[in-house]
């Protein structure tokens, strides 16, 4: 059974594991620590929600929306949505990707954007077919990224 909840700062150490996992996996390019994801995921000016996904109170997942700020490292659009997915490889496609996108979506709704961006590696097989299956569709092209967008 999983269960979702809003991330808190006591999640970050588990939150910082679920994305070495992915490194240590091959499918994330670097690893990351506790500085990185509280600067990342815990920016209150630009949160819109960041959910975990625990079993056994163990987090196995989670999804960042931020709403895009002037400057932003992605270049995506000033009031769009930024989406971020990380789920521990041992979890992946059991669902909980789909789930955490559905409470994001509806935390978007909720803050009035009617755009997401997903800036997705592109060589990131996995999250290429996670954010087409959720809807996303390239909208722009860049060095070493795919954009996707997810109109509201």
């Known amino acids: 059974m999983i269960d979702f909840r809003e991330a808190g700062l006591d999640d970050i150490d588990a939150m910082v594991e679920v994305q070495n996992a992915i490194h240590r996996a091959g499918l994330r390019s670097w690893p990351v620590d506790a500085a990185l994801v509280e600067e990342r995921y815990f920016d209150a000016e630009?949160?819109?929600a960041c959910t975990v996904a625990v079993r056994d109170g163990v987090v196995v997942g989670f999804q960042s929306l931020k709403r895009a700020w002037p400057g932003n490292p992605y270049g995506v659009e000033e009031g769009w949505g930024i989406i971020g997915t990380h789920i521990h490889p041992d979890f992946g496609r059991s669902g909980i990707g789909r789930s955490l996108f559905a409470r994001s979506v509806a935390a978007a709704h909720a803050t009035g954007l009617r755009h997401i961006d997903a800036t997705i590696g592109?060589?990131?097989?996995?999250?290429?077919?996670?954010?087409?299956?959720?809807?996303?569709?390239?909208?722009?092209?860049?060095?070493?990224?795919?954009?996707?967008?997810?109109?509201?």
């Open 46 to 48: 630009h949160s819109v």
């Open 122 to 152: 592109a060589d990131s097989e996995p999250a290429l077919a996670y954010y087409r299956a959720m809807g996303f569709v390239p909208y722009r092209e860049t060095d070493g990224a795919i954009p996707h967008r997810y109109d509201l």
